[in-house]
């Protein structure tokens, strides 16, 4: 029988590009989220993102008015975030409006885009492969639009990159894998401008994702996740921990 490689050892099934970066930028997040388990508690800024990204979407599909779309959006932001009162908070609640203005603006002259019958993203996966594991690895699409042969990435943001972060670059170059002959656009908006970016070598992005799993495995097979959590290297101060200081102090301290 053969010995199991470090996924199997530790039943995970399957991989996603967020957990890939994420192993990649702070492996004790890693660990709490996808060994331990643990749910963090969403920001403000990423219940900005999402609901911006709803609005867009909602417009986009003529599904219904901009100023429909705006108040559901908002409802659902209040639902999230309403008992949360903070100057914080309020900033990004009155920025969604701005950001969806500006992403609608931008998108419109690519037309209608797509989605699957139910209304989710588009699914996308490949199958990573290395020294004795095979692991899928999966992804989901903002906008799709097919007759333009792009993909679009929103990215809502308070300030302006100049170029795509590292972990951005990974993640556009894997849907431009999962895609073929489509292109894949990261759309970042902030309450002012945007901005479209492409960057990254596909072969090379791929490459450094198959390393960053190889790196995975072999951390995996080291032992169990009470053992793997004793040996993690752990940054309180990295944003990934903004708001779980709890369960850092639970696994970590």
Known sequence: ???????????????SMSAVNKFEENVSHWVATYLFKKKFPASAAMWRGIVAEDVV?????????????????????????????????AKERGNIEAYSTLAIEAMLPYGKPTFPLDGSQHKVSINAKGDGWSLPVIGYLDFVYPKEGLVIDLK????????MS??????????????????????????????????????????????????????LRLGDKEFLRSIVPHNPHSFYWNGGEDIARELFY
């Open 1 to 15: 029988m053969m010995d199991k490689n470090g996924y199997q050892m530790h039943e995970i099934e399957r991989n």
């Open 57 to 89: 979407m909602w417009v986009l599909t003529e599904k219904m008015s901009f100023a429909e779309a705006l108040v559901k959006g908002i409802e659902k932001f209040d639902l999230h975030m309403g008992k949360i009162q903070d100057d914080k908070t």
């Open 156 to 163: 809502t943001t308070m300030r302006m990159p100049s170029k």
């Open 166 to 219: 590292p972990s951005h670059i990974r993640q556009r170059c894997f849907y431009q894998r999962c895609m073929g002959n489509h292109s894949v656009k990261f759309l970042y908006v902030t309450p002012k401008k945007v901005s479209m970016l492409e960057d990254g070598d596909m072969d090379t992005e791929l490459a450094k994702i198959k390393e960053i799993m190889s790196r995975q495995e072999r951390f």
